[in-house]
Nanobody, 116 residues
Framework: HVQLVESGGGLVQAGGSLRLSCLIS????????MGWYRQVPRKARELVAT?????STNYVDSVKGRCSISRDAANVYLEMNNLKPEDTAVYYC????????????WGQGTQVTVSS
């Protein structure tokens, strides 16, 4: 049973930094990519950054140069710098992995609030 648990969200002033962490537990034979998405009320969930099994990374244009995604054996991280009020959202960790078939797994989300 694969589980993803995010941490590291909080309230920060504009220009500040946060590091989000996602602990991944459970077993799967391989994964394609993992990443971070965010969502604000009444809007669709938005991709923020992804990292593949070969460590290729991808970022939405609005965070390029300000965010960095990385991973280790059991975690995926999102380092966010120079935060802006428009970065305020619930951030979700995501994993696309193979476990008796390709599946998408999501964490419960962590709130990031950036004050101006």
């Amino acid at each position: 049973h694969v589980q993803l648990v995010e941490s590291g969200g909080g309230l920060v002033q504009a220009g500040g930094s946060l590091r989000l962490s996602c602990l991944i537990s459970g077993s799967f034979s391989k994964f394609d990519y993992m990443g971070w998405y965010r969502q604000v009320p009444r809007k669709a969930r938005e991709l923020v950054a992804t990292i593949t099994s070969t460590d290729s990374t991808n970022y939405v244009d609005s965070v390029k140069g300000r965010c960095s995604i990385s991973r280790d054996a059991a975690n995926v991280y999102l380092e966010m710098n120079n935060l802006k009020p428009e970065d305020t959202a619930v951030y979700y960790c995501h994993l696309n992995a193979y476990n008796l078939g390709w599946r998408d797994y999501w964490g419960q989300g962590t709130q990031v609030t950036v004050s101006s």
